[in-house]
């Protein structure tokens, strides 16, 4: 192809570069003979998304568990050995990334806990192989309903809300202050779907009617076409049910077109994360939020807020404390069932009340027997542009219990079994 | 109903047009170069960061003038270091640089910005709508429709009477020939590559102002581009402009009638260009090879 | 091609290495599922070499028949019998009818444009799963099911408890397949493709019909390809949409490059060092996207031959 004398240089630079990429190659290598790790130490597995879509909540989360787990080797560990937190990149939706990593923290890491996903399908994913290994998981952040309910499992626990409980928080008020007729916008995956029609059963229980639905697929950059149907069945209240970049997608557009002076806008569940994306003038509606960090009077918040203040420079979310309550149930269920066993544990935690420090809300948090469902308070309020300080983006005008709202056992189709 | 319908084909072109400057650059670079740039949607996330960087010193209207081409310096610098490597050889090779690339740019801007969606502020004067009635026909959208035009045109000008551009058309029918007649065709690939990513840039800017902002910003709007150039022509840039808006209007009516199809209409619309004229609308004999 | 005796060493050393894998992976610091993965995604790279090494058409949207074969494997077991054997054969029966299907369509374009097409195809069928809900449960995936036993009459193999018996069924296929795609290789079909992979307007002139050739190729390894999808659903227990995005089939491609894609093996060699490598990077840095990348970039600027392709260059030297 080319003349003889240049193969010459080629050939050479082609072998420093072998060279190096093989000194670089075993520099990789090496650490695959894993140092033993600290057969002592209590592991929990963290699996959940780091990049992609999910980045910002998921590593939320993870600054609540580190937290956690700080705290918990400070006051003498679990079972009085110290605490490990491994984490995994599940990625934001690839199943099979997550799963794998799953297996990988319960057979190669031998976790005793596994946490995850924000995705609630990750979510589903990683609990069956949880419950196939019989390892106690804890999920902070997937709020599909099934989690706890139709596929509920007895090693599976859960923190944040079922869309249901959103639902039903939220409804009186927006009936209240909005109006009856609801327009949704509602994201085309199992979230979406369970709040849309948790919202739509409340609704219908407080006398609204919803007068039309559009679904988006997850991913959606431009919601105009959606929004100009909404509008034109003018409804009372048009809610937004997306969530992440599509809500900040979703409301940046529709206050440029000014929806916001015709409707009420609102929604189902809504996270800072989402606020603190959108310009000021797009920081509106009427949202329920799950945990919120500016709760005057209640102990041990400004704590909390003080300490993930000073490791990342702002304030917790509700993120944040998801991944701190989950880790703390890890090591409350270990400490009071007084050992490691899964079963043991998983019964130790049937009922359990969240110490204050670690529930941060007005009226506690339990775990609902039967379902190892956390019911806790939610925080029904809206959105503004500045309170009290630049972080502050939601006015809470109500903090309702979820013991009030959470429904009955039955309804939530969790039958549990236990294994013999 | 025939409002809603009318609405729906404004925005759509109005949104088509949006996928018109993305897909124009992507397209510059696929015809002369012959190299699928994966990391155009990286590159777009580049420009709208680097707007967000600049706005606080030279405000919005500094940041898109120069975020645009500092992207497309950008762009100069990969074409130059890694993309230039691989044109003797098989396509492939630049296929996958590119989506190595496209890896990097998301990874570095969530490394250097973060994770978490940043607030744009465009000027207030720009995204009140101008009028009730057409509430969707914000000061924003129509500025970027009329910057799009701007772009398409001074595109226009520069292929149609500017020595690079009379050469760049050249070099896309004949690239051996024009290099025969003594044009440096590595420069001339440098510069349409940054030609192409300054489109990128510039529509990175734009989506700031409509999207959130955050590291994957430019990751869904790259299938819109590819399908826009497919419909509209391989190899013909009118044809990517047609493409581009005619996804934009389909996708707009579709979720009149039958939303869920909304972004699938696109699709169904490249299989039947594909089945009845695969060359594309306004697509060049003997392109497909 | 001409190694013989040495080639018979070498493939009984790669045989002895994958049925031990299970044994050694986890001294390394790996695991059974890892070692299923590897084999699995190596089947997937190597089905696609039919097509890019072998054929020498670029295509760049095999995931969807990888994801079409999860995915009739996935609903198989769901709603028709818990069946494995079934779930596998529906899986590939979905993924060759879809490869056909699309193959006809596209087989007369080239280069970059045949594979800026096939990406967008594999988007409709992204699309397709994502977007019909009630059947394929949209982005939530086919949960709700697991791997049934192997009934084999006179003995039942658990699978689903038993992630070595899993892999050793994934094996077992793998060598089926394996030996399915050599055999077709070295037959006149496999000449014939690789004559229009070296010169594609010569082998018209000698009056090959060269589209149809093509055509059967992409059919091929789309079947080849729906095994390898059908396999992986199996191995998760789960499908979703994420198993049929271009980006999984970037993944593909890099992996039959990196290994060679002039070798038959090749692609497995590449699926090894690719799968591991991301597993291992993934787990010790946020930013292993970056690496990944930057691990295509080099890949393609300085090993544009493969690991295989240096090592048989130096032998032939």
Redo the contacts between chains.
């Keep these: 192809m080319s003349n003889p004398e240049s193969t010459t240089k080629p050939l050479q630079r082609r072998k420093v570069i072998q060279a190096a990429a093989g000194a670089s190659l075993l520099q990789l290598a090496t650490p695959f003979i894993i140092p033993a790790r600290a057969a002592d130490n209590v592991k929990i597995g963290l699996d959940n998304p780091l990049t992609g879509t999910y980045a910002a909540v998921g590593k939320n989360e993870l600054i609540g568990c580190q937290l956690a787990i700080e705290q918990i080797n400070a006051k003498g560990g679990i079972n009085g050995r110290q605490a490990e937190l491994l984490v995994e990149d599940s990625t934001s939706g690839d199943a099979g990334t997550a799963v794998q990593k799953a297996r990988k923290l319960i057979e190669r890491d031998k976790v005793d806990f596994l946490l995850g996903n924000v995705n609630s399908s990750l979510a589903l994913a990683m609990a069956q192989v949880s419950a196939e290994k019989g390892v106690l998981h804890v999920v902070p952040g997937g709020h599909t309903d099934a989690v706890t309910g139709t596929s509920c499992h007895w090693n599976v626990f859960r923190i944040c809300n079922t869309t249901q409980m959103e639902a039903n928080a939220v409804t009186p008020s927006l009936i209240k202050n909005a109006g009856k007729k609801w327009y949704f916008i509602t994201p085309d995956y199992s979230f979406g779907h369970t709040l849309q029609s948790g919202l739509e059963k409340a609704c219908k229980a407080n006398g609204g009617s919803t007068i039309g639905a559009d679904l988006t697929p997850l991913g959606t950059t431009d919601f105009s076409s959606y929004l100009i149907k909404a509008q034109a069945a003018k409804p009372d209240v048009i809610l937004f049910l997306t969530q992440g970049d599509d809500m900040i997608n979703a409301l940046k557009q529709a206050v440029q077109f000014g929806l916001d002076k015709r409707f009420h806008l609102a929604g189902g569940q809504q996270e800072l994360e989402a606020l603190e994306g959108l310009p000021p003038d797009a920081r509106i509606g009427t949202w329920v939020f799950e945990w919120y960090w500016n709760q005057p009077g209640v102990p041990h918040v400004a704590e909390f807020v003080a300490d993930i203040k000073k490791k990342t420079g702002r304030v917790p979310t509700a993120r944040t404390w998801f991944g701190f309550a989950s880790t703390w149930t890890c090591a409350l269920a270990a400490n009071n069932a007084k050992s490691l066993d899964a079963v043991k544990m998983a019964k130790a935690l049937q009922g359990l009340k969240l110490p204050p420090e670690v529930a941060l809300m007005p009226d506690g948090a339990f775990f609902r027997e039967g379902q190892n469902q956390l019911i806790p308070d939610l925080y029904v309020g809206h959105a503004q542009a500045k309170g009290i300080s630049e972080d502050d983006l939601f006015k809470v005008t109500e903090v309702v219990k979820g013991a009030d709202i959470a429904g009955t056992l039955a309804e939530t189709g969790c039958k549990m079994t236990w294994p013999s | 109903m025939t409002?809603?319908l009318l609405?729906?084909v404004f925005?759509?072109l109005?949104?088509g047009a949006f996928y018109a400057l993305m897909a124009l650059g992507l397209s510059l670079i696929?015809n002369l170069s012959?190299?699928?740039n994966?990391a155009h949607g990286g590159f777009l996330a580049i420009g709208a960061y680097l707007a967000y960087a600049l706005m606080p010193t030279i405000g919005f209207w500094g940041a898109l003038i120069v975020a645009p081409f500092l992207t497309a310096l950008l762009g100069l610098v990969v074409e130059r270091v890694?993309i230039r490597?691989?044109y003797g050889?098989?396509?492939?090779?630049?296929?996958?640089?590119t989506?190595?690339?496209?890896?990097?740019?998301?990874?570095?801007t969530?490394?250097i910005w973060?994770?978490?969606?940043?607030?744009?502020?465009?000027p207030?004067w720009l995204?009140?709508?101008l009028s009730?009635e057409f509430?969707?026909l914000?000061g924003?959208?129509l500025f970027m429709v009329l910057l799009v035009a701007i772009a398409v045109g001074g595109l226009f000008l520069i292929l149609n009477r500017t020595r690079l551009g009379i050469r760049i058309r050249a070099g896309t029918l004949d690239l051996e020939t024009v290099s025969v007649l003594g044009v440096n065709i590595g420069v001339l690939r440098n510069l349409n590559f940054g030609l192409g990513i300054y489109l990128a840039g510039l529509a990175g800017v734009l989506?700031a102002g409509?999207?959130?902002?955050?590291?994957?910003i430019g990751t869904?709007?790259i299938?819109p581009s590819?399908?826009a150039?497919?419909v509209g022509g391989?190899g013909s840039l009118p044809g990517t402009l047609l493409g581009g808006l005619l996804i934009g209007v389909a996708?707009?009516v579709t979720?009149?009638f039958f939303?869920?199809?909304?972004?699938?209409v696109m699709?169904v619309m490249?299989?039947l260009v594909?089945?009845v004229r695969?060359r594309g609308l306004l697509g060049e004999e003997g392109?497909?090879? | 091609m001409t190694f013989g005796r040495d080639k018979l060493a070498w493939n009984a050393v790669l045989w002895i290495v994958l049925l031990t894998m299970p044994y050694w992976m986890g001294a390394i610091g790996g695991y059974t599922e890892l070692a299923s993965r590897v084999v699995i995604l190596g089947l997937a790279a190597m089905s696609l070499n039919f097509l890019l090494g072998f054929t020498g058409v670029l295509s760049f949207g095999h995931a969807a028949y990888f994801g079409l074969g999860a995915y009739g494997a996935a609903m198989s077991l769901k709603f028709f019998a818990p069946s494995t054997a079934l779930a596998i054969v529906v899986g590939i029966v979905v993924g060759t009818l879809a490869a056909a299907a699309i193959g006809a369509l596209i087989v007369k374009l080239r280069g970059v444009y045949f594979a800026m097409v096939t990406i967008a195809f594999g988007q409709v069928f992204y699309f397709i799963t994502f977007r019909w809900n009630s059947v394929t449960g949209g982005d939530d995936g086919v949960t709700g099911w697991h791997r049934a036993p192997l009934r084999l009459g006179f003995a039942t193999i658990d699978i689903l408890g038993n992630d070595k018996a899993f892999y050793y069924l994934v094996l077992l296929l793998f060598a089926v397949a394996a030996g399915i795609m050599a055999m077709l290789l070295r037959s006149p079909l496999g000449r014939t493709l690789i004559a229009i992979r070296e010169n594609e307007r010569r082998a018209r002139f000698l009056g090959i019909p060269v589209e149809r050739h093509i055509w059967i190729s992409f059919v091929i390894s789309g079947g080849f390809a729906a095994l390898a999808g059908t396999l992986y659903a199996l191995l998760s227990n789960f499908t979703d949409p994420r198993s049929l995005h271009w980006t999984l089939s970037g993944n593909f491609v890099i992996m039959a490059v990196l290994g060679g894609m002039r070798s038959f093996w090749g692609p497995l060699i590449g699926a090894a060092i690719f799968v591991v490598l991301q597993d291992y990077v993934s787990s010790h840095t946020e930013n292993w996207m970056s690496f990944i990348g930057l691990f295509f970039v080099l890949v393609v600027t300085f090993f544009p031959r493969g690991v295989l392709g240096i090592i048989k260059r130096r032998v032939a030297s």
Excluded: C, H, K, W
């Excluded at chain 2, 989506?99 to 990874?107: R, S, T």
């Excluded at chain 2, 994770?115 to 465009?122: H, K, R, T, V, Y």
């Design positions: 409002q809603l609405f729906n925005n759509g109005i949104v696929l012959g190299v699928i994966f890694l490597r691989l050889r098989d396509p492939l090779y630049s296929l996958l640089l989506f190595g690339l496209a890896y990097i740019l998301e990874d570095g969530r490394y973060g994770a978490q969606s940043l607030p744009f502020p465009i207030a995204t009140t709508p009730s509430f969707f914000t924003y959208r989506a409509m999207l959130g902002l955050q590291p994957t869904s709007l299938m590819f399908v150039i497919i391989l996708s707009g979720t009149v939303p869920s199809a909304t972004e699938a699709y490249m299989g594909l089945l695969p392109r497909t090879q």
